[in-house]
């Protein structure tokens, strides 16, 4: 159910970048903005078009692919050098931000809220962006069987990376804040992103590089996500879950190239679909897939509390709950809220769930069959004393 429900919310989460990457394009060559040049197919008013934005997103996303294919190691290696070039231009936007706020006396914390928004959308609002943050955090666990020294590695990544992206996002947004913006109209403050504070604090040259590096963040966004979440359906192909070309790896850089193929091949369909209506597709799935793994990782932790694994969540079950407890009052929080307050979203959301939920018996019979499970490789973990052992008929499994 985690693989059914991740591998479409991933699909489903993919997409968007691509699409957001020609809509910024989309600012400064208005022709290949969404249904204007070159129409071919227009359908459910809308809701469905092939044109000339959807083909630029096409091209972009063919290359992006195949520097997946490459591996893990040629991803990295652009991400690290494009990330310079994505961070300089918001930088310098920090920096003349939160000069013109001390210059000219401006609160940046006045108004607390969006003018109109009451303080319940708003923390909606909020959490939303941090859940999505959030996503982004479980996914190199499909890799790190990939790198070396896996354990090392991703904690000194995550001890670099977190406080990064907390300035990242917070002292950028204190400097838009700070531009004076907000003290406008409501339509000038929801108009106030980060292209038009640049615009508006350093001219033509700011504007200019900050759409370069937001262009270039949706690109590392995209081949991170497609990187990690193709090993999901290429598991359950290798499980025969799903069809067998689905399992089968390059022979030449050993990436798994038949669920690279599907998924590439579905976000490019998906790249004709109206961006709202694959937003609230996505949202809720992306969360009940995240839940059913805190559960897993619970369970699992209380199960074989003396597992042997390269990597570990310390503190023991203390420390497990600790690690899940706050994402997922975010999270329970995020799914009430748009049920009161987006009803379509949540409706949306709630049917392509059931959806994975019916697709679980049909792949069972008729693709699966008496197909057996993939063997695990069990050579760098060891489950230890089972509590389940002892108890009825169940026995330890290793």
Partial sequence: ?????????????????????????????????????????DLFHGGFVVDLHWIVTVALIVPMAYLNYRGSKAVSEYSVGMMLLVLAPFAVLTVLGIWHAVGNGINVLS??????????????GALSVIVWLYLGFDGPSTVLGEVADAHRTYTRALAISVPLIIAGYL???????????????????????????????????????????????????????????????????????????????????????????????????????????ILRATVLLTLASILLEFVAFLVLRWRYPQMLRPVRVPGGRPGAVLVVMLPTAMIVYLAWSTAVDETATFGTSLAVALLAVLLYPLCRRFVKGDRPDAEIDFSHVELGPDRFAGFGSRKAGV
Avoid: C, E
């Fill in 171 to 277: 002292l950028p947004t204190l400097a838009a804040i700070g531009s004076g913006l907000h003290r406008g109209s409501p339509a000038d403050w929801a108009q106030g992103d980060f292209v038009v504070v640049g615009d508006a604090l350093g001219g033509t040259w700011l504007k200019v590089l900050i759409s370069l590096g937001s262009a270039l963040s949706l690109v590392g966004l995209f081949m991170a996500i497609l990187l990690t979440s193709t090993r999901v359906p290429r598991a359950l192909a290798a499980d025969a879950y799903l069809p067998r070309w689905m399992a089968r790896d390059s022979r030449r850089f050993n990436t798994p190239v038949g669920a690279l193929l599907a998924s590439t091949t579905v976000v490019i369909v998906l790249a004709a679909v109206d961006f709202g209506s």
């Fill in 1 to 41: 159910m985690f693989g059914a429900w991740n591998s479409i919310g991933a699909v489903l989460n993919l997409a968007l970048y691509p699409i957001l990457l020609v809509d910024y394009l989309a600012t400064w060559a208005p022709d290949i903005a969404r249904g204007k040049g070159l129409v071919i197919v």
């Fill in 111 to 124: 108004p607390f809220t969006v003018p109109g928004q009451s303080v319940h959308s708003s923390v909606a």
